[in-house]
């Protein structure tokens, strides 16, 4: 089945309803998809409802629950979750899903003057009739990239990461910098290393909670290893036949390591997740 999104009207009956809050999925054996007439008749305490596209043919609903919602043989699930294992169009979908969700968690009041502000029809819009601004869903531009040497590949670990893994090196662009510059500067930042020869290789929306992950394979230009405090609690040279365990197989993080030990060793390339 594929998912597409788009923009439905929530005023229409029928079609199939996910069950949101904060990035968990409310799921039982079936899966994540409710019957949307049937889900609006049980006792949930829904906060709001967008309509956000097609899985195959059915319509899928967007509903917006507090916490404490819950229905009998079901459980709260994390995307997360669904992005280490779960079949790769219900993550699509769910990804999308999370992101509208964040964005109308975030924008049910104006940031400007305070006011309520309401969905605009036919538009993935918050407006504010207060002071007439509107509220679209953030995304926030992230660079990624994977720093070389012959065949040495550069990675590190967050605290935030499983024990034992190793990843690319990542940061969220600034506002008025270029992508370009951010890769310089955050690996500057994180490694203390200089890179060179910068090749875009693609992209990921990545719904943690909001980036758009631009890939990005640089060479090494210069400088030794110093970790960035609190942020960077390893950084090593590894050998592209001597890797530790590394991130999910569905970031792209993983695809930029991935297609470079490919290339160093005649391997057939992967395709971007
Ligand atoms: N898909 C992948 O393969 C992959 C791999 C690594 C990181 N990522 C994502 O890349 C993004 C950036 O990576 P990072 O965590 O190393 O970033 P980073 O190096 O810029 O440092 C994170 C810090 O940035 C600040 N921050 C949080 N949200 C921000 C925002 N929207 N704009 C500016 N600053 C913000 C916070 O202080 C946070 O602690 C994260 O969303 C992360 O989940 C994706
Ligand atoms: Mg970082
Ligand atoms: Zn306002």
């Known amino acids: 089945m594929i998912w597409r999104n788009a923009f439905l009207d929530p005023a229409q009956p029928g079609g199939w309803a996910l069950l949101y809050h904060q990035q968990h999925f409310l799921a039982d054996s079936n899966g994540v998809l409710f019957p949307r007439d049937w889900i609006k008749r049980q006792d949930l305490q829904i906060v709001g409802e967008q309509g956000i596209g097609y899985f195959g043919e059915d319509a899928i609903y967007l509903l917006q629950v ?42 049910r009041f104006c940031g400007s003057c305070g006011a ?68 310089a500067r955050e690996v500057r930042e994180e490694v203390g290393v200089e890179v060179k020869n910068l090749h875009y290789i693609g992209s990921q929306g990545w719904p943690f909670p909001h980036s758009l992950m631009l890939g990005f ?32 197989s569905r970031s792209i993080a993983r695809h930029l390591i991935d297609l470079y030990v490919a290339r160093r060793l005649g391997l057939p390339e992967p395709s971007l997740p």
Do not use: N
Request: with cysteine; hydrophobic share 35%.
């Open 66 to 107: 507090k916490p404490s919602s819950m229905l009998d043989g079901c459980s709260w699930q994390s995307l997360r979750q669904f992005m280490l294992q779960g079949e790769a169009e219900t993550f699509r979908m769910l990804a999308y899903a999370a992101q509208i969700g964040t964005w109308y968690a975030e924008h």
């Open 116 to 183: 309520p502000t309401r969905q605009l029809p036919g538009e993935r819009a918050m407006r504010c009739d207060g002071c007439e601004s509107q509220h679209y869903p953030r995304i926030s531009p992230s660079m990624i990239v994977l720093v070389t040497r012959g065949d040495e590949i550069l990675l590190a670990r967050s605290p935030r990461f499983v024990t034992g893994v190793y990843s690319t090196l990542a940061g969220f662009v600034e506002p008025g910098e270029s992508v370009e510059h951010c890769v």
């Open 217 to 248: 394979h640089a060479e090494y230009a210069g400088g030794e290893i110093v970790m960035q405090e609190d942020e960077i609690e390893d950084a090593r040279w590894f050998r592209v036949d001597e890797l530790p365990p590394l991130p999910a």
